[in-house]
């Protein structure tokens, strides 16, 4: 131990005596080992984001939307082009999901589904009270949402099973509205009436439930979400299909195969459509797609960096024997001291490690910057990942050891006469 | 001349021959046999090139003989192994050399401390003996000064600290004053007269002054690989010292 210090001491003195030459020498770890660390950061940001997202919208979820069959011929006579299918007036109402569809998809697959969630956007609305004003963007949702979607309250709860059977005029509101318009008296609004114009006419609701609002990268506008039974938005907008709906499958059951199995159902009904098809796609397969890119970047990122380290382990390798030259004499003295061959080893692998780990910490500092960085535009809060700083460290010791072996062991062997009449 | 006392130093035979590339091959040291006993002070002269280094360096086990014996201490050295010899570098033996040899970049006192290092000898004892060591060479101001911001006979002086640093039975040292001038010349061979003495060290000196090597105890000189000469010396500091000055045959 005593030693170790010693040579850790020593190695660093004679770093500091060739700043520019050990930092070029550095170069090459500096970068290989940042660029690992940039990649991974952002790549750990983006699959926290993801997982993140997954707890709001649930891994266990199966999203079924309605596609053109042939995007190049999806032209309505307006010339509007589409790919999924929204708002599209050429598009009969009875194209549509509808309720029949859905129920009977459900009793098919009764034993894998846990809940389905239907929604019907309604319209954004504003609700003032006083001087202020708020917009609402307000849907209706099957009492399945709530379990497609995570909401977590602060007061109140969902609507009952009634109040969404009859289409009742109740709403559950965000805090964010709560806030602006109420003060942040979560307990007290429930109960109370609010009044906002829909499809122009003026229409009161009960709040039965806050929510908490949570900002995220899907709610960039200010207006904030509320939520009004299916059946009594129905009656508002005098419209029952659907473009989209969620199912929620039963935890055990592989997402993808139901999704697979409910496409495959649903597309019976539009077996005689030309223009549409059914499709899905569920949080699960998204991830594993995902990560499957992210893979191949990471992949693709590593070999760069391994080269670079390659590169820089080589250079490390080649200063040391610079180095190791240079000092002959001072080999040969420590010898003719009572150095043996393991501490003049030592003392040069120990050089090598001191490099690639000051190399290696810098390229880990330079890489998460960098990768905070590419995160931040990415739009993902960054998150660093541990095991791959750790690994780097480690890695970067295990370049010292590997490629300051040869030139150590080099001096080592040196014939204590030799080195000291060396000139 | 054994006067009883133990022979730290026994050669026989020795032959060094150096291979620089076939067919050459020099015989420079030719059947040296030698014995040096615990506290004697013995000086080696000889011209130039007449092998005194070659011999010193096996002496000092930084190099092996080519054939021959060499105890060291009673132990065959051609039995030990290379670690064998760094301890017994380290331990028995300090080196003094002409060119000082101190490790760059480091200070004084870090200096003395090395052979303490290698010897496993805690921090806080090494410093302390290393302190102690400068200030037994009159460079108890200097412990934080590097070798490039000594003078010559300065540096000469960390040197034998350093040789001391472990307590080595042994000194070997060639041509010690070559590159001062002949004062501080001077004040290095009081400095080995004093551990001859007071300490009981056994010296080896290599030296081209005559004067100097009048001073020790046994004068050995070496010619083109033999031991030519044998005699006694007077085995201490003639009086007064300033007599010896200007007839140095120092070179650098
Ligand atoms: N490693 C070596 N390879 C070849 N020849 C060598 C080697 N070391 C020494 N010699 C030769 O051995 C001879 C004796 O050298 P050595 O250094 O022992 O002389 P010296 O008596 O110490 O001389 P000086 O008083 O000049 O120091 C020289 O001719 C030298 O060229
Ligand atoms: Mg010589």
Redesign the pocket.
């Given at each position: 131990m005593n030693m170790f210090w010693e040579n850790v001491r020593l190695a660093l003195t004679s770093l500091r005596t060739n700043k520019s030459r050990t930092f070029l020498t550095m170069l090459g770890i500096i970068i290989g080992i940042a660029a690992v660390i940039a990649i991974k950061t952002v790549g750990n940001s983006l699959s926290l984001s993801v997982s993140d997202s997954m707890q709001s919208m649930g891994a266990n979820n199966i999203t079924v939307y309605l596609n053109s069959k042939e995007a190049d011929k999806d032209e309505t006579e307006d010339g509007y082009v589409f790919g999924t299918v929204t708002n599209d007036r050429a598009l009969t109402k009875d194209d549509l999901f509808n309720d029949e569809m859905i129920m009977g998809m459900f009793r098919q697959f009764s034993d894998s589904i846990a809940a389905i969630s239907t929604q019907a956007e309604v319209e954004t609305t504003t609700v003032k009270k006083g001087t202020n004003s708020k917009s609402l963007s307000i849907s209706g949702v099957s009492l399945g949402y709530f379990t497609a979607n995570s909401l977590e309250f602060v007061s109140g709860g969902f609507f009952s099973a009634d109040e969404a059977k009859d289409g009742r005029n109740v709403i559950i509101v965000g805090t964010d509205f709560v806030d602006s318009l109420y003060g942040g008296n979560y307990a007290g609004i429930i109960g109370e009436t609010v009044s906002m114009p829909l499809y122009n006419k003026n229409m009161d609701f009960v709040v039965v439930g806050v929510y908490k609002y949570q900002a995220s990268i899907y709610t960039m506008n200010s207006s904030s979400s509320a939520y009004i039974p299916l059946k009594a938005a129905q009656s508002i907008t005098h419209f029952d299909r659907y473009t989209t709906f969620s199912v929620v499958s039963k935890v055990g059951v592989d997402s993808d195969e139901l999704a697979v199995s409910i496409k495959d159902y649903l597309n019976g009904f539009y077996r005689n459509s030309n223009r549409l098809e059914v499709e899905t796609y569920n949080m699960a397969s998204m991830i594993s797609g995902m990560n499957d890119m992210m893979g191949k970047i990471t992949t693709a990122v590593s070999v760069i960096a391994g080269i670079a380290l390659l590169v820089g382990g080589i250079g490390v390798m080649n200063i040391m024997l610079v180095s190791i030259t240079e000092r002959t004499r001072e080999i040969g003295t420590r010898k003719a001291l009572g150095a043996t061959n393991g501490y003049i080893r030592m003392q040069f692998i120990i050089e090598a490690v001191v490099i690639c780990i000051i190399g290696g910490t810098i390229g880990i500092l330079t890489g998460l910057l960098m990768g905070a960085i590419g995160a931040k535009i990415l739009g993902f809060a960054a998150a660093p990942s541990v095991s791959s700083i750790v690994g780097s460290l480690a890695f970067s010791m295990f370049i010292g050891i590997f490629f300051g072996y040869y030139p150590a062991n080099k001096a080592a062997k040196m014939n204590p006469i030799?080195a000291l009449?060396y000139e | 001349m054994s006067e009883g006392a133990n022979t730290v130093i026994s050669l026989k035979n020795i032959i060094k021959r150096?291979y620089?590339g076939t067919p050459n091959e020099?015989q420079?040291l030719n059947g040296i046999t030698l014995d040096v006993h615990e506290g004697e002070f013995v000086s080696i002269v000889?011209q130039?090139?007449?092998?005194?280094?070659?011999?010193m360096n096996l002496i000092g086990l930084l190099d092996r003989p080519t054939e021959g014996e060499y105890h060291i201490d009673g132990l065959d050295t051609a039995s030990a192994s290379d670690n064998d010899l760094s301890y017994i570098r380290n331990q028995q033996i300090g080196f003094v050399f002409q060119t000082y040899n101190l490790v760059p970049k480091t200070d004084a006192l870090k200096n003395v401390e090395l052979p303490m290092l290698y010897a496993g000898v805690s921090r806080k004892e090494r410093t302390q003996r290393a302190l102690e060591l400068l200030e037994l060479v009159d460079m108890g101001d200097r412990t934080k000064h590097l070798p490039e911001e000594l003078s010559g006979g300065q540096k000469q002086r960390v040197a034998i600290a350093r040789a001391m640093a472990n307590d080595p039975a042994i000194i070997l040292a060639d041509?010690p004053t070559g590159a001062l001038d002949s004062k501080t010349g001077r004040a290095v061979m009081d400095l080995f007269h004093k551990l001859n003495k007071e300490q009981g060290k056994t010296i080896l000196l290599?030296t081209?002054s005559n004067e100097l090597a009048e001073e020790t105890d046994r004068i050995i000189t070496?010619k083109d690989g033999y031991i030519t000469g044998e005699r006694k010396g007077s085995g201490c500091v003639p009086t007064p010292s300033e007599t010896v000055s200007e007839s140095e045959v120092t070179e650098a």
């Open positions: 030799d009449r | 150096f620089i020099l420079i000889g130039s090139g007449s092998g005194k280094s070659t011999l041509e290599i081209h070496i």
